[in-house]
């Protein structure tokens, strides 16, 4: 069976609705590009950019973050964290190449924003990472400056590419492909349709741990993957985005990065010594303008106690990206001959079928 979404498979995740793309461009405004590597039988990586809005430094939107693990990195996240405001794309990419992805975000932001070029103000952006050195030979660098801008040109709304590709070529999750995963959820809030989006970067785990919608599939797929060779050096990492048009502040948005790492917990990550857990959100429902001569804003923001709604809808939501980014995935070869299979969907299929029925058989018992 080729790569399909874990809807396609019939199983879905939670009780809220799905925006019409299932994924985070369901949230307006919102495109993601991709640039793939893949050459001779060692390079295996890429970038993969994510665009919150067409004039994002000059329209700055309130963000926050949450950080589970700390053994990965997201640059920029210190201005992210200590201003509350998003004001680049974000980038993602592998471990060895944040410093050039970094260089190619500036390099595009000072061309294509005015202010920033001729007054010589400065940008930090936002640049996360995740290891993919089992399957991407890193110390190659094939990654540079043009692949960063190459993303950004390829970025879309709409339905986009998940699985291995961009950032998420080289990647590994729970012992089997990983890579870039999304999906989306739509909440009600006073009459009010809002939506949640979230991608991932998915890296980590081991196979045992592996869980669908609760359920322990891992288990069940162990054998299946035990005649490979695992990874087993390091544990990976997962970066996970959230977008949301839903009116908060930038400490609402860290509890909802929080909420998301339970949807991380839930596919089956104990956040490992050496895996990075690291989460970041922005919402476009606020608008702060990059120089403003007013002293005063005015938000809109909804009271906390209207949340949790919201962040039932996170958890859903990560789970379920995480999950995308498996069964879009499929067998991959990469350096030193090392091979990483993708998740055998006909069997997760068959297992979540039978547990299932198993469950609705208990229940009329």
């Known amino acids: 069976m080729k790569g399909a979404s874990i809807r396609e498979l019939e199983i879905s995740i939670g009780k809220y609705p799905t925006g019409p793309n299932n994924n985070i461009t369901d949230v307006k405004g919102i495109k993601v590009g991709h640039t793939t590597l893949i050459e001779g039988d060692h390079i295996r990586t890429g970038v993969t950019s994510i665009l919150p809005s067409s004039q994002i430094f000059n329209n700055k939107f309130i963000a926050g973050s949450f950080i589970l693990n700390g053994a990965g990195e997201v640059s920029g996240l210190t201005q992210l964290t200590e201003w509350g405001l998003l004001e680049t794309p974000i980038a ?41 050195s089992y399957l991407n030979d890193c110390m190659t660098f094939p990654i540079t400056p043009d692949h960063v801008v190459e993303s950004i040109n390829n970025a879309t709304s709409g339905v986009i590419p998940q699985g291995s590709i961009g950032a998420g070529t080289g990647m590994i999750c729970c012992d089997v492909k ?45 054998k299946e993957v035990s005649q ?12 996970t985005v959230i977008a949301t048009d839903l009116p908060t502040s930038s400490h609402q948005i860290s509890r909802l990065c929080k909420r998301a790492a339970l949807g991380i917990g839930r596919v089956g990550s104990y956040a490992a010594h050496g895996s990075g857990e690291i989460i970041l959100g922005f919402t476009t429902a606020n608008v702060i303008k990059h120089r403003e001569n007013k002293p005063h804003y005015k938000l809109n923001v909804i009271l906390d106690d209207h949340l ?58």
Not at 103 to 126: A, C, E, H
Not at 228 to 239: A, F, P, Q, T
Not at 313 to 328: D, F, P, Q
Request: glycine share 10%; with cysteine.
């Open 92 to 132: 993602l990419t592998n471990t060895m190449s944040v410093g050039t992805v970094t260089q190619g975000l500036t390099q595009w932001m000072s061309k294509k924003y005015v202010k920033i070029w001729n007054f010589r103000d400065v940008v930090i952006p936002v640049v996360g990472e995740c290891d993919d």
């Open 308 to 365: 949790n709604s919201a962040y039932r809808a996170v958890i859903e939501a990560t789970e379920e990206a995480i999950w995308n980014s498996l069964t879009y995935s499929g067998d991959m070869a990469g350096a030193d001959g090392r091979v990483v299979p993708g998740v055998n969907l006909a069997k997760v299929k068959k297992i979540y079928s039978k547990i299932k029925k198993l469950e609705r058989e208990l229940e009329k018992s």
């Open 228 to 239: 490979y060779r695992l990874r087993r050096e390091n544990y990976g990492s997962i970066i």
């Open 178 to 222: 990983g890579g870039i995963g999304s999906s989306s959820r739509e909440i009600e809030i006073e009459g009010k349709i809002y939506t949640i989006g979230v991608l991932v970067l998915s890296n980590f785990g081991e196979i045992e741990d592996l869980k669908l919608d609760g359920l322990p599939v891992g288990r069940v797929l162990k």
